[in-house]
């Protein structure tokens, strides 16, 4: 059945097609900050017009796990994915990167030998930290989609789904 209507995605927000029967057209989200690809979780579902259980669910998902990456610390970090040139690839023959978990500046000195020179003036402190920095940068961007999800919700929760222009 072709969609008349549009409504609200309870996950991304954006404007989707949508039916009565099956919901929101399937769509995708992707966030790669997030580490968020592929099919957005709010296919199939109602739109926020009609339904906001999946929309608090997302909220609260999100908004803990912008609190856990913006109070992580030194001490909490449980380490820094490192990555590098594979050396048996080449121009031609392009490899995926070499990655390998860090956990301390132990296994991060061991890393650097592996590497070779290109990496010799790293240091772990620098590199924890600025892995620190993106995670809480990654909870803030979290944060401002709750703001946005709820803005959402305050707006559109209740109101008719408009109806889809013609394409
Ligand atoms: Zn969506």
Redesign the pocket.
């Known amino acids: 059945m072709k969609a008349t209507h549009n409504g609200n995605?309870?996950?991304?927000?954006?404007l989707?097609a949508t039916t009565c029967y099956r919901g929101?057209a399937k769509?995708g989200?992707t966030v790669q900050e997030w580490g968020y690809n592929g099919v957005?979780?709010?296919?199939d579902h109602a739109p926020v017009q009609t339904s906001t259980a999946l929309l608090d669910e997302t909220v609260q998902a999100l908004g803990l796990e912008a609190n856990r990456l913006r109070s992580l610390t030194a001490d909490t970090l449980p380490g820094v994915m490192m990555s590098r040139r594979d050396p048996k690839g080449s121009v031609w023959n392009k490899l995926p990167p070499l990655k390998t978990f860090v956990r301390n500046e132990a296994e991060f000195e061991a890393w650097k030998a592996e590497v070779g020179p290109s990496v010799c003036g790293w240091r772990w402190e620098t590199t924890r930290d600025s892995e620190l920095r993106r995670l809480s940068h990654v909870g803030e961007s979290m944060l401002q989609h709750v703001l946005f999800l709820t803005t959402l919700r305050k707006q559109c929760h209740g109101q008719p789904l408009p109806p889809r222009t013609q394409q």
């Open positions: 995605c309870q996950v991304c927000g954006r989707q929101i769509h989200y957005c979780r709010g296919s």
